[in-house]
């Protein structure tokens, strides 16, 4: 992409309406734009990281042997009645009537509409166990939305719901989410910590949320501090080996970890003081086991084995992947600017030429910008006429991990510059080695 025809609404000033370092760089790197309260577009840069983030979120569910849906956003009340949700969801839910006068809702989540999917297709065990997502916008008329896109009114939400015979397969169906879970946050360069949560409106008994420690996080969470040095599993994890992920998920559900709901006082007192870790956290993802919660009352339910009707049990499983782009930001950055994981970058590397119009400095640019396209990488190519520094600033905030630095001297050398987002560390390089380098 040539910077020159894209679009990338850079803010100079600091805008007084973010409270939140995350928010502050969304908006200043041209990411998001707010549309009213609690919604946002997200502007050229800021979808290419949001595309990145679900595409690792996708990547993962699919290993964990789950497969994608979209349902609507809009939804029947008619559902909502049936599982008794309806009135009690209470003012988060916006609710709309039709010109039929129908009662209709924006869908806050959709436990009601893939059981009622479900209930449509499913008759028997044999077709068990099943797992269906969506990445889909939700609606929640939030009492604060605040911190710009970490919490929203109007969020994205990859959210998945299992369906098994009994207790046994639905706890597999939770391990095997809570593995990719981990897999997930990993792969985008966080740090995230299951803790043993409270289920709130979902209902159920079993639930943990994970958490990314950071000091403008809403909850007050505590754990050991050993689940910073925790392994988290491979991509060669073996989702058909039940026993394996239920290993996994001892492991990181043995040493405490709650949030402020569920702590425990006396168990925490009995950690001793420096393997304690009190801190802020922002919850990316929750996961929640919730049995025959909605199967029940909406008539979900297969026959078994034994030739029986049961009803399936349930789980759900959420991961909000506009908020996780601010999380990533208030774990990784600094006072120039956001420093993205390569993972979850808009760009992998921008090429800065430091003096547009000069004829060594033009050529030396276009062959790095047409080698790195033909090597499929995604490069961002400065060729705008603004000056060296501020080429330098937009590039430090907008995050890009490796910047290629190409100045007329060098140009005529036949050399460039490399530096690194994360580190500052810089080289200089024969432009030929870096082309061959390229491939
Ligand atoms: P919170 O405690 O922050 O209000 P929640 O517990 O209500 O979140 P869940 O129902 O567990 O949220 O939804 C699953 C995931 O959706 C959350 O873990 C979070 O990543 C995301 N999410 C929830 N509410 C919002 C929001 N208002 N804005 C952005 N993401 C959200
Ligand atoms: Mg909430
Ligand atoms: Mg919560
Ligand atoms: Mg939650």
């Known amino acids: 992409m040539r910077l020159s025809r894209y679009f990338l609404p850079i ?9 939140i370092v995350s928010h502050r760089l969304m908006l200043r790197a041209g990411m998001i734009r707010q549309q009213g309260q609690g919604s946002f577009t997200m502007l050229p840069l800021g979808k290419r990281v949001l595309d990145k983030v679900c595409r690792i979120i996708r990547e993962e569910q699919d290993r964990a042997g789950a497969l994608e849906i979209l349902m609507p956003t809009i939804q029947s009340a008619e559902l909502w009645k049936e599982s008794g949700r309806y009135n009690d969801y209470g003012k988060e839910m916006l609710r709309i009537k039709d010109r039929q006068e129908r009662d209709l809702l924006y869908g806050p989540t959709n436990e ?3 059981t009622e999917i479900f209930r449509a297709y499913v008759k028997s065990y044999k077709d068990l166990p099943l797992n269906l997502y969506h990445i889909q916008w939700k609606f929640r008329d939030e009492v604060r ?39 997930t946050f990993t792969r985008m360069g966080l740090k995230a910590i299951p803790m043993r949560a409270d289920t709130g409106p979902i209902g159920g008994d079993l639930s943990h949320e994970f958490i990314i420690l950071a000091e403008t996080g809403e909850s007050q969470v505590f754990c050991r501090k050993e689940f910073l040095d925790l392994a988290v599993p491979g991509e060669t994890v073996d989702f058909g080996n039940d026993a394996e992920i239920a290993g996994i998920v001892k492991d990181w559900t043995t040493p405490y970890a709650a949030t402020d709901e569920m702590h425990d006082e006396a168990a925490w ?3 001793p003081e420096d393997e304690r870790l009190s801190a802020r956290g922002i ?5 929640f086991h919730f049995g025959e919660k909605y199967s029940k009352p909406m008539g979900a339910k297969v026959q078994g084995p034994d030739g029986k009707e049961h009803f399936v049990s349930m789980g759900s499983y959420g991961i909000g992947p506009t908020r996780l782009i601010a999380a990533i930001i208030e774990a990784s950055h600094d006072e120039a600017g956001i420093i993205w994981p390569e993972s979850v970058a808009p760009f992998e590397v921008v090429i800065i030429n430091m003096k547009a119009g000069d004829a060594d400095c033009d050529a030396a640019c276009e062959r790095l ?9 995604d490069v961002l190519y400065d060729d705008t006429d603004q000056r060296a520094g501020g080429k330098f600033a937009t590039a430090d905030l907008i995050g890009i ?4 630095i190409v100045g007329p001297r060098g140009a005529a050398a036949g050399e460039v510059e490399l530096k690194r987002r994360a580190t500052g560390a810089r080289e200089t390089t024969k432009l030929d080695d870096l082309l061959a380098f390229i491939g």
């Open 369 to 377: 910008y047409a080698a790195y396209q033909a090597a499929g990488v």
């Open 401 to 404: 991990p490796n910047q290629v």
């Open 269 to 271: 007192d009995a950690i």
């Open 145 to 183: 939305p605040r911190f710009g896109v970490m919490r929203g009114r109007e969020f994205l939400m990859k959210d998945a719901y299992s369906f098994d015979i009994d207790y046994e397969g639905a706890r597999a169906a939770y391990n095997r989410m809570f593995v990719a879970y981990l897999r």
């Open 112 to 114: 009601e509409m893939v």
């Open 283 to 287: 919850e990316v993802g929750h996961i």
């Open 11 to 19: 803010l100079k000033e600091n805008p007084r309406e973010a409270e």
